[in-house]
């Protein structure tokens, strides 16, 4: 791709509709605002990856929700700078943040840092083309849809016993839920662990829908 074409990218779900205008925030990477001319956001590979836009009236596509609004990932993540931009997420929660000319991972449920050693355009070449598996979490959208399961455009999966947990490997269930929602549950979660040790016990207390 020799622009960031988002329309482009394999399986595209659903899309935003286009800007109304040029105001897009100054701090925005050159390629960002190109993609964002093109198309203002889109969920892509099936549901795995959602790269935002900029959207008033859908909170969960919005950037500036997740940067600087009510759902700031700045205050949220000590590991995450004001300046960070949070431009795209996997079906997993996890966010992805564009941070002085390269893409981070934050992982969701520990607020640890990942670098994915690529630009903008790479990330969506490299990264999220060649290796959904590992960067967008294509597997479980696999599981969770060879279950009946359907992931609707502003959801991501809730994954039970976390991944970050040993019992994980033994498998998991997994539970569409707003992304937003998502977000407040995997930082709560990440501040209460955030200074326990390695190999800490920790117990989960399940509440039951009634």
Known sequence: MNMIDLVALPNVVWRAEPLLS?????EFPADLKTSLAIA????????????????????WHD???????SHSLATRYPRIRQSDIPFAENCL????IWR??????????????ESVDASLRTFYER?????????????????????GGHLAPGQVLLVYPP???????HGVSLKAIDALESLDYWSEFARKIRNLPEGAKV????????
């Open 22 to 26: 040029a105001d897009v925030p100054a």
């Open 40 to 59: 203002n956001g889109v969920v892509a590979f099936g549901g795995a990856l959602h790269i935002r836009g900029l959207s008033r009236a859908e909170r």
């Open 63 to 69: 950037i500036l929700e997740v940067w600087t609004g």
């Open 93 to 96: 929660g996890d966010q992805f």
């Open 100 to 113: 002085d000319g390269a893409v981070l991972q934050l992982i969701a449920e520990t607020g640890e840092l």
């Open 127 to 147: 990264c999220a083309a060649r290796d959904p598996e590992i960067w967008l979490g294509t597997n479980f959208l696999r599981q969770f849809e060879s279950d």
């Open 163 to 169: 991944l970050t947990f040993a019992e994980s490997e």
């Open 203 to 210: 117990e989960l207390v399940v509440k039951r829908e009634r």
